[in-house]
């Protein structure tokens, strides 16, 4: 039993320690983008996207993730490719994301073109619920720069905190950057 708990204990230690402070410029070599965080919110450690959190992440989060076209999504066989027009771009992310039984009562409230950074991209807003029932709200928008796809996704619990922090995430969304090593 000790050793158990000590196991978990451990665990929980290991969890905890891999948020820190964000606030900032913020930019890593392996990313081809660049964005200012907020005062306050935490930044989970992790080479593979960039997460943030205020209150935690099973209430809200800004997560954005940047992945070369060719790479295969989890939940659906459909593929980006260069030249894909936004719209196209936007279908892929809804059938992944539909696709993913990890959600459910999954439901678009708006799907339209926009301009991230100077390129075409999509925005979705849409809800769904969780395993545990719980309805949340998101943000999402993505775009093709070169041979990569990103996504810039805000989503938090549809009540309270959806709109508490959908200010912070605008913000965060206007300071976003493709690196001119990417643009094109």
Known sequence: MIKRFS???LLFMTACASWVPAAGPYTLPSYHFSVILPEKWMKFKTDDYLLVSKD???LQYVLIQERHIEQPFGHT?????????AQEAAKVIVDEI????????FQIVENRPVRINGLDGFNLLFTHKNRDGLLFRTQYYGFLSGDQF??????AAHRY???KDIQTFERILSSFEVTEKQKG
């Not at 066989?77 to 027009?85: D, I």
């Not at 539909?98 to 009562?105: C, E």
């Not at 990103?150 to 989503?155: C, E, G, K, Q």
């Open 56 to 58: 935690g992440p099973f």
């Open 98 to 105: 539909s696709s993913d039984r990890g959600i459910s009562h």
């Open 161 to 163: 905190y959806f709109d």
């Open 77 to 85: 066989s459909k593929r980006l490719h260069n030249g894909m027009l």
């Open 150 to 155: 990103y996504a810039i996704r805000y989503s």
């Open 7 to 9: 196991w978990v204990l």
